[in-house]
C-alpha cells in the first residue's frame, strides 16, 4: 500500500494569488499477490490485484463578466480617461436577450471573479476555481494450471483492467466535476492446451482474445443547439462524444519435433483484428455570436476615441448579450452507402484486418561445436476493409499516380462492394539464420550471428484508414457566415448539403477548393524489418569479454506521397525571388 497527499505540499503559485486553496489530492496505489496449489501436483492458481484510487483536483481558470458588463455597459479607456456605454441602449435593445439570460444564469456572479489572468480587467475577468481530476484504476489477474496427465496440460488466464479517468482538460464550463470522463477497460482471456504424444513431440494449441474499449463520454444534456464565441466561457460543455472498441483475436499451433542432431518447430498463427469508432464531433448545429458582415458592429464613431482591441471587445459584448447570430455550423454523416447524410448522427466506421502465417525452423547441430539454425515463415497478410464500404476510394484508371492526377471517380471501397482497398500479397516469406560455432571447441571462445526479416504491423489499420478519409464525401459539413439573425427571434434552419456518391475530384473541389484526394497503392507491399548482428566472446582468467554488431534495417514502412507537388522551377517562380 502506498499513498501520497497533500497535506505537506506548498499551493498552487496562481491559486494563492486568487485567494483559492490548494488542490485536493489522496492517492493511494495497493494490491496483493497470491498462488498455489489447488490439487498437490495437478491443479494450481495464481491471482493478483493491484488498484489506483486518486482523489485529486486541478485549477481551473475560466472568463465571467463584471456587474457593469453583466448589465450590458461596456468600459474603456479614452486618453486615461474611463467611459462607460450602455451598448444595448445603444442598439436600441431594452433587455438582454432571453436564450443569452438563460445561459447568463449558469456563468458565476461576478463577485467570483479572483484573477485578471484572463479577461480585459474592466469588463471581464477570471474565475479560478479547482475541478475534480480522478483516476480509478484496477488490473485484476488470474491464472489457473492443470496438468491433466504426463502428456497432456491446460492452462489458462485472464486479465481485466479498468481505468476511468476525469478528463478536466475537456472542460470548457463551471462544474466542479468534470462533465467529460475517459472509461477505458480491457479483457485477456487465453488458453492453451500442451500435448506431449512422445518423447521427440510436443504440440500446443494457444488461443485468446483481447476486447478494449476507450470511450471520452460527456454528461452533457445538449438541447437543439448551442451557441458559441460568447464573450464568457460557456457553461455548456461543448465537448462531443467519441470513442472505439478494438477486438483482438488470436489463435496458434506451435509443435517441436527432435531427432538427432535436428530440433525442428512448425507451426501456424492467425489474428483477427475488430475495430469499431465513432466521432459525434459537430453533429449538434452550433450558431456562432458575431456582430459579422450581417449584423450593424459597432464602430469608432459610435465609441469615442477607443482603441481596436477595446472596440473588439465591444463589439463581442454586444453581440454576446444581444444574441446577434453571425453564422452556424453543423456535420452531417451517412449511416449507410444509401441513407444519405443523417443530421444528429455520429461518424461510425467499422474495420477488419485478418492475417495468417505458417513457419518451420531446424536447428541442426551440423558439427560437436557448430550449431545452425535455418527457418522460413509464410505470412499470408490481411486486407484492410471497411465492413460497410463506407469509405471512398478513385477508382483506377491507368496507374495509380494518373489516377490521382485526373478528375477521377470517387466511389465505395471495401469488401462489400467488390472493391478492395488494395490486392492482397501472396508472395511474403521470411527466412531466418543463425550460427553458434565454438571456435577452439574448448567452451571459451564463441561466434555467434544471425539474419532475420520479419513482416511488421505498420498501423496496418490506422495508415490506409487515414488515407481513404481524405477523400471527402461521406461527410458533409453545413456552414455559412454573414447572418442577420438574433437568437430569441428566430434561428435560421440548417439544411443538410447535397449527397452524391459516386462524385469526381472536381466536384469535391467545387465544393471545397482545400479538399484533398488520396488513394491507396493497389498492389501495396507490407513493410518488413531486416536484423542482422554478429558477435565474439572469449573467457579469459574468470572473465567474459564480448564484442558485438547489431543492425536493424527497416524496408517499405508506410507513408503517404504527394503526386500534386508545387512547381516553383518550371513556371519560373523561384526566379522571380532570387
Known sequence: WYNRNNYFSANDWFNNQAGIGKPFLNQNQFGGLMGGPIRKDKLFFYAGYEAIRA??????????????ARNGIFTYNSGGVPHSVNLLTLRGLSSIDPAIQTLLAQVPTPDKINNSDVGD?????????????????????????????????????????????????????????????????????????????????????????????????????????????????????????????TNTYNLSDDAAYQRGR??????????????????????????????????????????????????????????????????????????????????????????????????????????PNLTVTLGLRYQLPGVVDEVDSLELSPVLQGTAEQTLLSNATLNFAGSSVGRPWYNREWRDFAPNFGFAWDVFGDGKTAVRG?????????????????????????????????????????????????????????????DNPFNTVGMIDPNLKHPYVQQYSIGIQHQFKGTVLEARYVGNHVVGAYRAFDFNQVVINQNGFLPDFL
Open 55 to 68: 482523489h485529486q483536483q486541478t485549477p481551473q481558470n475560466n472568463t465571467i463578466l463584471t456587474a457593469a
Open 121 to 245: 480587467g474592466r469588463n471581464t475577468g477570471g474565475y479560478r476555481f479547482n475541478q475534480r481530476d480522478n483516476q480509478l484504476n484496477d488490473n485484476v489477474t488470474g491464472k489457473i494450471d492443470y496438468n491433466l496427465s504426463p502428456r497432456h496440460a491446460i492452462s489458462g488466464s485472464y486479465l481485466w483492467n479498468r481505468d476511468d479517468s476525469d478528463r478536466p482538460d475537456a472542460e470548457n464550463d463551471y462544474s466542479l466535476a468534470p462533465k467529460v470522463t475517459n472509461p477505458t477497460h480491457a479483457n485477456l482471456v487465453a488458453i492453451s492446451w500442451r500435448w506431449t504424444p512422445t518423447a521427440r513431440l510436443t504440440n500446443e494449441v494457444r488461443g485468446g482474445f483481447n476486447l478494449t474499449s476507450a470511450y471520452f463520454l460527456s454528461s452533457q444534456q445538449f438541447g437543439p443547439y448551442y451557441l458559441t464565441g460568447a464573450v464568457f466561457s460557456d457553461p455548456v460543455n461543448e465537448f462531443q462524444p467519441q470513442g472505439r472498441n
Open 450 to 510: 544471425g539474419y532475420s526479416l520479419s513482416y511488421v504491423n505498420d498501423q496496418e489499420i490506422l495508415a490506409p484508414e487515414t488515407l481513404l478519409e481524405a477523400n471527402s464525401g461521406l461527410q458533409g459539413i453545413a456552414s455559412t457566415t454573414g447572418l442577420s439573425n438574433r437568437v430569441s427571434t428566430g434561428l435560421p434552419k440548417i439544411v443538410a448539403p447535397t449527397y452524391q456518391v459516386p462524385l469526381t475530384v472536381a466536384d469535391n473541389y467545387f
Open 262 to 367: 535436428h530440433y525442428i518447430q512448425f507451426g501456424f498463427h492467425t489474428q483477427q483484428a475488430r475495430v469499431r469508432s465513432y466521432d459525434a464531433a459537430g453533429v449538434v448545429p452550433t450558431y456562432s455570436l458575431a456582430m459579422g458582415s450581417g449584423q450593424l458592429a459597432l464602430s469608432s464613431r459610435n465609441l469615442a476615441g477607443v482603441s481596436s482591441t477595446d472596440l473588439a471587445t465591444a463589439n463581442a459584448l454586444l453581440a454576446t448579450l444581444g444574441g446577434y447570430v453571425d453564422g452556424y455550423s453543423q456535420t452531417f454523416n451517412v449511416t449507410s452507402r444509401s441513407s444519405g447524410f443523417v443530421a444528429n448522427s455520429p461518424f461510425v466506421r467499422h474495420f477488419l484486418d485478418n492475417s495468417y502465417s505458417f513457419y518451420a525452423q531446424d536447428k541442426w547441430k551440423l558439427l
